[in-house]
């Protein structure tokens, strides 16, 4: 049995060749009604597009690689399915890459160094910055995520790190909380979450007429639980009075609640917690974490379609957040 052509999609339709390749292509104009012909048209003939060639005449690959700093964390790991979920809705391929926020690593994705050809690029940087993008010799589509600071000629995608964790206060204060721990502060290596969110805590207790105090800001060398936990022991060992945390990401939160719960300080009847990027694991703790919410979905939506335009347009693509309030902040079993 002979293969089902294009012209034999058109036959059967009743129309150009021309108008099926723009169906199958997604170019031209073509109305809604005979595109839902032609796709009939296609699945009950067992049509398949010969990719490969398609690939050659547009001169794209289909393919686009992502690197993100850290896949074993919870966050990026959503992210990275977010992303690969949007691209494979738009029949695009992704490879998944991990740099360890490492600069050679960051450097050599923004380069496309070792890569096979791809379309575009997605990175996340926690170590380049705006003055490592400018002499950039790669002319591959490059879109960053994250909290990259500067100005740079690239289109950057990203939550306003700032105002987000100002909302996350503001819903502490809304509480009636005024001695509000923050975890999550930096001294060292790649720190622009850190500033970042830290600005928004300032400015929160700022409009609140509230004083910071130096005590009540925790450091820590990484965001993983055990430094979560660490900066709630330092909290309680030293007889600080705190009635809440804002952590600065969900898993210093969750292991702050569980130095709290072994301690017997009930949450949120005497510290309320909360936290920041809504992993799937706020959900289901005990008791269930408030968190700043960034849209993923929408992020990944915005970076894939942005690398499917020629060529992407630079700027800063802010993504919507909402609070997550549940019962680590507002009782009850939400």
């Known amino acids: 049995m002979s293969k089902t052509t294009l012209k034999d999609v058109a036959a059967h339709v009743g129309v150009s060749a021309k108008t099926v ?8 104009w073509v109305t809604d009604d005979l595109k839902s012909r032609v796709r009939e048209a296609i699945a009950e003939l067992g049509y398949r597009p010969n990719v490969a060639a398609r690939k050659l005449r547009s001169g794209r690959s289909g393919m686009i690689a992502v690197a993100l700093p850290d896949l074993s964390q919870p966050y990026f790991a959503e992210l990275a399915s977010d992303l690969v979920r949007a691209a494979q809705e738009r029949a695009i391929t992704v490879l998944v890459n991990q740099t360890d ?8 994705i923004a380069e496309g160094i070792d890569l096979p050809v791809m379309d575009g690029l997605i990175l996340s940087p926690l170590v380049l910055s705006a003055s490592d993008f400018e002499n950039r010799v790669d002319a591959t589509p490059l ?7 500067g100005k740079t000629q690239l289109p950057h995608v990203a939550v306003d790190n700032s105002a987000a964790a100002r909302t ?15 975890i999550g502060a930096q001294q060292a290596g790649p720190n622009e979450t850190s500033v970042l969110r830290l600005g928004g805590y300032r400015d929160a207790l700022a409009a609140a007429g509230i004083e910071m105090d130096p005590d009540l800001i925790i450091t820590v060398d990484e965001y993983r639980r055990a430094d979560g936990a660490a900066g709630a022991t330092r909290l309680l060992d030293a007889g600080i009075s705190f009635d809440a945390v804002f952590a600065f990401n969900d898993l210093l939160a969750l292991g702050a609640m569980h130095v709290l719960t072994e301690r017997g300080v009930g949450i949120p009847e005497e510290v309320a917690v909360m936290g920041f990027d809504d992993i799937e694991e706020a959900r289901y703790s005990t008791p269930a974490l408030s968190s700043v919410a960034p849209n993923t979905r929408e992020l990944a939506r915005i970076a894939i379609e942005l690398l499917r335009t020629n060529p992407p347009v630079p700027g800063v693509y802010p993504v919507p957040f909402t609070i997550a309030q549940r019962a680590s902040t507002v009782g009850g079993t939400s």
């Open 21 to 28: 390749s723009n169906v199958v292509n997604d170019t031209g």
């Open 101 to 108: 926020g490492r600069e050679d690593a960051e450097r050599r």
């Open 143 to 149: 879109i960053l995520l994250g909290e990259h600071v």
């Open 168 to 182: 996350a206060v503001e819903h502490l204060l809304s509480l009636g909380r005024r001695r509000i721990a923050a």
